[in-house]
């Protein structure tokens, strides 16, 4: 098995087992099980091994173990192989400000990155600001938490170009471009983990697109948004679908149950956009907060 990243000895792999409760399954292919690929069958130890969050190996999906996608995936069984087209994913797979910084800092891979999957990331920004710019007046604050290069908060002033912008991110290479295409915009280049740096009821909408699933305390930071949007403002989320997103730089991935199940506390809103099929939620800040 060949793997990139870091060395996996056989002490972390046992103390990873015993961190990760969950029961390994491995999908049967439709020729061994006759026709119905939802079938798992268990698989014995000794036959998985634990491939760390900052370390991965690439293979068809259907050659995998399948293991619950969150920090730990396993992979390879002896004799598979190890194929496939990388794409630019790989780029940021660490999910680090120095991975994103290798795509946002290099043209060609924001070009490819744009153009992978028949153009998605740039259908999925013009399908997300359809859905919520009639909510957008000529003279709101908006936050872009995530912003990368800036997509989201471009696609927007396009249509309403009075607003205010702002944008945090961790990339310095994201951050720098964002400043270039909106100079006018006040972005922060900053690690998110468990807070946000702005103060309460600042921003008329605050937005995260495709970035809530790589941060490691998201409940945390979903709070953040609504304490630092107004009473009577909004904060919009976008996700994946965890049921097909195969992300390995992704920490958490919610099909429209579990993202509902998550954004209850909040009284989110949850929605599947129909072009991109990415899940759009929408919490609205009542006009008097409770503290
Ligand atoms: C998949 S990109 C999405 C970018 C943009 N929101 C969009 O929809 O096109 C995820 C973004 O989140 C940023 N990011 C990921 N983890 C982060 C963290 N812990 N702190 C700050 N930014 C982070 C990355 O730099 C990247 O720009």
Known sequence: MKRTGKKIGWLN???????????????????KIGGDSTQDDEVKKAQYDYVPKDSYVYGPADT??????????????????????AGVGWLTEDNSPQGYDRLWGDPDAVERFREEADGVREKLTVEIVDHIIERIRG????????CGVGDLLTEIRKRRA????????????????????????????????????YENDR?????CTDTLEHLEYPANIVNEMVRICRPGGFV?????????????????????????????????????????????AVIDIPEVKKR
Not at 170 to 190: M, V, Y
Not at 203 to 207: H, M, S, T
């Open 162 to 197: 009075t607003i205010a912008l702002a944008g945090c991110d961790f990339s310095p290479c994201g951050i720098e471009k964002a400043r270039c295409r909106l100079p006018e915009g006040d972005f922060t280049q900053q690690v998110i983990e468990k807070d946000l740096p």
């Open 139 to 146: 003279e709101s604050h908006i936050l872009d938490v995530g």
């Open 64 to 85: 995998f173990l399948l293991v619950p996608k969150n920090r730990y995936r396993l992979v390879l069984l002896p004799g598979q192989k190890i194929s496939g087209d």
């Open 13 to 31: 792999i046992l103390r990873l087992r015993e961190l990760v409760p969950y029961k390994l399954v491995r999908r049967v292919s439709e020729e």
């Open 236 to 280: 919009v989320i976008v996700v994946p679908d965890g049921d097909v997103d195969q992300f390995f730089g992704h920490l958490w991935f919610w099909n429209e149950n579990r993202l509902r199940e998550f954004l209850s506390p909040w009284n989110g809103i949850v929605q599947r956009l129909p072009k991109t099929r990415e899940f759009l």
């Open 203 to 207: 921003f008329d909408a605050v937005l």
